[in-house]
């Protein structure tokens, strides 16, 4: 291991990348830690200080971002407008004929539709850095029960303050953008997810630091052991796969002999990634933000459906809330799978170039056992999303830690997956320089 490693660092191509990666992931934890303009700083620390947990509304988004968004820093939202306007551009290709025809019409027309992305990346980006500084300036931000100098988080609100903050975390959206495309062309690894990586890595030993106050060391150790076990179990699923055989007719064209080869198209347990975990979490979210719009005034008695929202359907140590979450990541699972798995368009591409699957008929009949196949391995594809997802707030109701628990849920998956990928990418690239490569 120690000496592929040093394989990695005597390469200059390589140590060049690594390099630059290094680099850019600094820039963007140094840019996380400066507060945007009229924000007073002090009072955001203490209101940190006194609210260990981010509020329900906020907790994704502040995970993504890697602490920043309560911190109210240039690079607040994180990359979390870009993972929305990508989701929002990839579910249009349903809706919208034209982006489904930019999608196969290869490079060009898939970077238009980046170029898409983009724009919307940054309409998101003002429209979110306004509800957080709107949200921020009513004292909310923190929830009811933060410290007096939550209610103090801006130093000046007059309107050409808030616009200043608003371009100033617009603009720091853009360079997280541009930092991620950066990585992904002149560094290791797919950018975006790189800074998703270290936005999460980075809240590692705060929550781990976080158990071992609260609880003890020894509580801290079985968590530890736990992680590594549900690690072994995520990396165990990650890579577990269906692979539906294919084979391709010989073809004479002229005196040469195409097709005739055997190959398989890989259907992996869990297709759908991290996406209906945030699916989930934001459609859980909306019946506590109507809730919190529809406070009653001082003196008054809440709504009877608003306390119901607020015992059962704001925190996750509900079993209702528990029930929901899973269930809604299960449908979701279904609904992104097929979207993103068409089998008639690959039964269609099969019968175009030749290939059959032993047994079955080409055309629809393969779309149908294609489809029958996806199905059955999605189920326990989404079961196994909803479990990973609920162990978060399992750990919340046991032991007491916050639902930022890092061994579970959406930051595990994002982990391992990363982590996955890149060290792929470092293997592949030290085996083109005839090395014998990283993994073994």
Excluded at 14 to 38: D, E, H, N, V
Excluded at 104 to 129: H, P
Excluded at 411 to 440: A, C, F, M, N, P
Aim: net charge positive; hydrophobic share 50%.
């Amino acid at each position: 291991m120690f000496s592929a490693i040093a394989r990695i660092f005597r390469t200059p191509d390589l140590r060049r990348k690594i390099g630059f990666t290094l680099g850019i992931i600094a820039l963007y934890r140094l840019g996380s830690f400066i507060p945007t303009p009229f924000v007073d700083f002090g009072n955001v620390q203490a209101c940190l200080a006194a609210n260990q947990d981010a509020s329900g509304l906020y907790q994704l988004v502040n995970l993504f971002s890697g602490g920043a968004l309560l911190q109210l820093s240039i690079f607040a939202l994180g990359i979390m407008p870009y993972i929305t306007a990508s989701i929002i551009v990839q579910l249009l290709r349903v809706v919208i004929p034209h982006f489904e025809t930019l999608y196969k019409e290869g490079q060009t027309g898939q970077g238009k539709l980046t170029q898409y992305t983009r724009y919307l990346t940054i309409a998101l980006g003002i429209l979110q850095s306004t509800t957080l500084i709107t949200v921020a300036r009513s004292g909310a931000l923190f929830g009811t029960s933060g410290a007096a100098e939550c209610s103090q988080l801006l130093t000046n609100d007059a309107w050409y303050a808030i616009m200043l903050m608003v371009i100033t975390m617009t603009a720091g959206t853009g360079v997280i953008m541009w930092m991620g495309e950066m990585v992904t062309e002149k560094g290791i690894g797919n950018g975006m997810s790189i800074l998703i990586f270290t936005s999460i890595a980075a809240r590692f030993p705060a929550s781990l630091f976080a158990i071992a106050q609260e609880r003890s060391i020894e509580t801290l150790i079985v968590v530890l052991i736990i992680g590594l076990l549900i690690v072994a179990a995520v990396v165990f699923v990650e890579q577990s796969q269906r692979r539906v055989p294919v084979q391709y007719a010989k073809r004479m064209v002229g005196k040469r002999t195409y097709g005739g080869n055997n190959t398989y198209i890989p259907i992996k347990v869990n297709m759908a990634g991290v996406i209906p975990i945030i699916f989930a979490s934001s459609l859980l979210y909306l019946p506590a933000l109507i809730a919190q719009f529809n406070q009653p005034a001082a003196g008054q008695e809440p709504a009877a459906w608003v306390v119901w929202i607020t015992n059962y359907l704001t925190k996750g140590d509900h079993p209702l809330y528990m029930l929901l979450y899973f269930l809604l990541i299960v449908g979701f699972t279904y609904f992104y799978v097929a979207i993103t798995f068409n089998p008639e368009e690959v039964a269609d591409n099969m019968k175009k170039y030749g290939g059959f699957i032993p047994g079955i008929r080409a055309g629809r009949p393969t779309a149908e056992y294609l489809d029958f196949v996806l199905t059955r391995v999605t189920l326990p594809g989404s079961i196994y999303l909803g479990l990973i997802a609920l162990i978060p707030l399992i750990a919340f109701v046991a032991i007491g830690a916050n639902q930022n628990f890092p061994f579970g849920g959406a930051s595990i998956l994002i982990i391992v997956g990363v982590g996955l990928e890149t060290v792929k990418q470092i293997d592949s690239q030290l085996q083109q320089r005839h090395y014998e490569g990283l993994l073994r």
